[in-house]
């Protein structure tokens, strides 16, 4: 409801009140089963402008606009703390604008993203974040933060941490591959380690050997084997394990708060296992992708190209792997490494892989396929589900409880979801900017109805309620997990 048509249904009683009402809407969810990581109950929740103001039975608000949640599931607004919009990689740029990336993301029910900023080897942190928040400010339409990435560490950058995590840039990536480009090595690793420290703030790592992946690859090549199957072979399990394992130990050393993303496989996370044998705690994020495909899709030599990204997809066992660690809490996060490319860009590969851009579309969809793959079918808790997209996300990277659960208080980002309902995966009918989908013709149990960002309705039922422009910049604190 407008401003307007809520103001002419209330029945005023005082004068306060009726400049509450003309400041802020009010919005009320009836009889929804609500969900947060530690708690499901079936009750109403009141919205005053952007926030939650009460939650309980039989709420009444007068002049508020009712929304009825009888037999739908009410959820935290998702967090996905990894997608890579609008972003210069591998000669071409992600296909996913602020805009597009952040309003397909609204449509599934993710209404906060941590979008990745990357520093360019030679020059500064702060030229890149100027560079980024060109892309994004007045062009997202869901809220957004980001990371810094940390591609040269050096005494100038080794100045600038301290003023990120001022302006709420809490998160300092790094790439343990992709030599030449973003690549730091362990001397750079250390000394960020130390220096994020100081500052409360973590240090995450895209953890795979690429010296390693560099050889493999020049091998493969030398040996005429192109195909996209090569990419595969070109990362096995040890490339990642192995630097997992390095990271949390030089994390161990340093004390930083340490994440790893996009952890696919078993060797892996029992490095993390073995991290928790001497009482550190290492946050590991998995994505949606790792949980439900597998490298079978490799052998495809047509498609292959769709599911290069680096990691690649892993084995069976390891997907089981991956189930076992989120419900036993070595693995906090699923996002979606969200790095979009249309054919023609990944057609610049088609004879030799390692030309291929790497990533994955996912940013629109995580949080149905989970809802259906994982709870659905039993594998997951529904709390499970909302700590793993939104809550454990939002503390671990600084915007609990803002962001990341249902609170009095809190930012009024809400999903709501029909658990019943089917509905089937397109590329004809998703909201991302990109032509094709990883999980065409994939039909799922439960489908989004609405979605509420800061108390606004900014989707519901398949329509965009909000504009380019409503996201806002998120300035996030130090971990509080
Ligand atoms: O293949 C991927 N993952 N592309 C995006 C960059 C990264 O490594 O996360
Ligand atoms: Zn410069
Ligand atoms: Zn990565
Ligand atoms: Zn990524």
Redesign the pocket.
């Known amino acids: 409801g407008s401003l307007l048509s809520t103001a002419k249904n209330a029945t005023f009683s005082s004068y306060n009140f009726l400049t509450l009402s003309f400041l802020m809407a009010s919005l009320l969810l009836k009889n929804g089963r609500v969900v947060t990581a530690d708690s499901d109950s079936v009750c109403d929740i009141l919205i005053e402008g952007e926030t939650i103001v009460s939650i309980g039975r039989k709420l009444a608000a007068d002049g508020a606009e009712v929304i009825d949640c009888t037999g739908k599931i009410i959820v935290p607004g998702g967090i996905d703390p990894h997608v890579?919009l609008d972003m210069p990689?591998m000669g071409t740029f992600s296909s996913d604008t602020h805009e597009t990336g952040t309003r397909a993301a609204l449509h599934g029910g993710t209404t906060t993203v941590i979008d990745f900023v990357l520093q360019k080897q030679g020059h500064s942190l702060r030229e890149a974040l100027t560079e980024w928040q060109g892309r994004a400010t007045g062009t997202a339409v869901g809220d957004y933060s980001f990371h810094m990435a940390v591609t040269d560490f050096n005494p100038g950058t080794k100045e600038e941490i301290k003023d990120m995590v001022a302006e709420g840039i809490t998160s300092f990536k790094t790439?343990m591959a992709?030599k030449g480009a973003l690549m730091i090595d362990d001397a750079q690793m250390v000394g960020l380690m130390q220096e994020v420290k100081k500052h409360g703030a973590l240090v995450t790592a895209?953890a795979t050997n690429g010296d390693m992946i560099d050889t493999l690859i020049a091998q493969h090549r030398a040996q005429g084997k192109l195909t996209p199957l090569y990419h595969y072979l070109s990362q096995p399990e040890v490339t990642e394990s192995e630097a997992s394992g390095r990271f949390a130990d030089i994390a161990n050393y340093t004390g930083v708060n340490a994440y790893i993303?996009?952890l696919t496989c078993e060797g892996a996370l029992n490095q993390v296992r073995r991290a928790t044998e001497r009482n550190q705690r290492v946050f590991v994020e998995t994505c949606i992708q790792y949980l439900l495909l597998d490298a079978s899709l490799y052998e495809d030599e047509a498609n292959g190209a769709k599911y290069v990204?680096?990691p690649p997809l892993r084995e069976k066992k390891d997907q089981e792997t991956l189930w076992a660690g989120i419900n036993q809490g070595l693995v906090q996060v699923v996002g979606t490494?969200h790095?979009p490319f249309m054919l023609a860009q990944k057609l610049v590969g088609k004879d030799d892989f390692s030309k291929i851009p790497?990533?994955?579309p996912a940013i629109e969809h995580r949080m149905e396929l989970l809802f259906s793959e994982g709870v659905s079918k039993g594998r997951i808790s529904l709390q499970k589900f909302v700590a793993v997209t939104s809550t454990n996300p939002a503390r671990i990277f600084g915007m609990f409880p803002r962001k990341g659960t249902i609170s009095i208080g809190a930012d009024a980002d809400l999903v709501v979801f029909d658990p019943e309902k089917k509905h089937t995966i397109s590329a004809a009918t998703h909201h991302m900017n990109v032509d094709y989908s990883a999980y065409e013709g994939w039909e799922l149990t439960g489908k989004i109805d609405t979605v509420l960002l800061r108390g606004q309705v900014a989707v519901d039922g398949g329509q965009t309620k909000v504009g380019r422009g409503y996201g806002k910049f998120i300035r996030r604190g130090v971990t509080a997990f």
Do not use: E, L, W
């Open positions: 890579h990689f790439f992709y895209h993303v996009h990204m680096s490494d790095c790497n990533g994955h």
